[in-house]
């Protein structure tokens, strides 16, 4: 029979590409989620009955259980950016990430791999980042075989980053950043979801792999690369960590106040995590340690973010048909 990978917060938009790669390599996968019902477009990753999304709270040891039982391997992507009622920080990235992995030893599950991010740090100002590194540290005490992959900002079709900035950009004819000189290392999703692969299906070298793309870019060209693809004129602005402070105090009020009904668009935390570079420590370990050639931004973001042009599709069917000419 063939191996089974539990992967938890499997239709998120890391998990789906995991999920995918693993049905494609022969395994049989459990997509461990809050609502299964909503996570329905995984079944096609593979044959019938390869792949099946199953309820799952990570805050809930029998769940947690329930979701591994008869495991081969377990990968953990469940993260969150802003804290949510019950879903917080600590229960979520730091006690969920040890919950699956003292679960996943307890019932003798061979491995498992981690996403955790290359901000992880037990000293940071931001909680995030604070509890990233629980996380990590939580999952290690417990599976000390086990496989960390720490990405920069993670970019692909989904993508909360590129498509958000790419959107905003329709709103008027300022871009506002925070953090603009900020370095980042943007990685491939499905690279992402190839080193995780890699980590269940080969013998690699078991610790941390820090994942980041060939480009290092700060926060405002990264901007002014999106914005030269969509074929839009936008003044990046950059807005001091002070006032982005005063700013998301005020949004995080508004969510209190509106009872969650309207979500901060940036919280106080965001802006401490954008204080620091998120790219790829010298002497860390990589993607080239996977085996893997990191794919570059310019070969993937124009095939999403075309429909953010003014004239959206009718920009790319002139393309195609431009280069069937050629």
């Given at each position: 029979m063939s191996k089974l990978v539990t992967i938890y917060g499997g239709s998120g938009f890391v998990g789906r590409y995991i999920a995918r790669r693993m049905a494609k390599a022969g395994?049989?996968?459990?997509?461990?989620?809050?609502?299964?019902?909503?996570?329905?477009?995984?079944?096609?990753?593979?044959?019938?009955?390869?792949?099946?999304?199953?309820?799952?709270?990570?805050?809930?040891?029998?769940?947690?259980?329930?979701?591994?039982?008869?495991?081969?391997?377990?990968?953990?992507?469940?993260?969150?950016?802003a804290a949510h009622g019950k879903n917080t920080f600590d229960t979520v990235q730091a006690?969920?990430?040890?919950?699956?992995?003292?679960?996943?030893?307890?019932?003798?599950?061979?491995?498992?791999?981690?996403?955790?991010?290359?901000?992880?740090?037990?000293?940071?100002?931001?909680?995030?980042?604070?509890?990233?590194?629980?996380?990590?540290?939580?999952?290690?005490?417990h599976m000390p075989d086990a496989v960390i992959l720490r990405p920069s900002i993670v970019f692909g079709a989904e993508d909360g980053f590129f498509n958000r900035f790419a959107g905003m950009s329709r709103l008027g004819p300022v871009l506002p950043v925070v953090g603009?000189?900020?370095?980042?290392?943007?990685?491939?999703?499905?690279?992402?979801?190839?080193?995780?692969?890699?980590?269940?299906?080969?013998?690699?070298?078991?610790?941390?792999?820090e994942l980041g793309g060939p480009d290092v870019q700060s926060f405002r060209d990264l901007m002014a690369m999106m914005l030269g693809i969509i074929r839009r004129r936008r003044l990046v602005l950059n807005i001091p960590f002070f006032a982005a402070n005063i700013m998301a105090f005020g949004m995080e009020v508004g969510q209190i106040l509106s009872l969650g009904l309207v979500r901060a668009p940036v919280?106080?935390?965001?802006v401490r995590?954008?204080?620091?570079?998120?790219?790829?420590?010298?002497?860390?370990?990589?993607?080239?340690?996977?085996?893997?050639?990191?794919?570059?931004?310019?070969?993937?973001?124009?095939?999403?973010?075309?429909?953010?042009?003014?004239?959206?599709?009718?920009?790319?069917?002139?393309?195609?048909?431009?280069?069937?000419?050629?």
């Open positions: 395994w049989r996968v459990r997509v461990a989620v809050r609502r299964p019902n909503e996570a329905m477009f995984v079944k096609p990753y593979g044959v019938v009955g390869q792949v099946e999304p199953i309820l799952c709270n990570i805050r809930d040891d029998a769940s947690v259980a329930q979701a591994m039982a008869g495991a081969d391997a377990v990968v953990n992507c469940v993260g969150i950016l006690e969920g990430a040890e919950r699956v992995a003292r679960l996943a030893a307890e019932h003798g599950v061979a491995q498992m791999a981690h996403i955790s991010s290359i901000g992880a740090d037990a000293d940071s100002e931001s909680e995030y980042a604070r509890t990233k590194a629980a996380g990590e540290a939580g999952v290690l005490a603009a000189d900020t370095l980042f290392q943007p990685v491939y999703v499905d690279d992402v979801a190839k080193a995780a692969e890699v980590a269940l299906t080969t013998n690699v070298t078991t610790g941390v792999y919280t106080r935390d965001q995590s954008l204080r620091s570079d998120n790219v790829v420590a010298d002497g860390a370990m990589g993607l080239a340690d996977l085996g893997i050639d990191p794919v570059a931004m310019p070969s993937v973001l124009p095939d999403y973010l075309w429909r953010f042009r003014p004239s959206g599709q009718y920009d790319a069917i002139k393309e195609s048909a431009k280069n069937l000419r050629a």
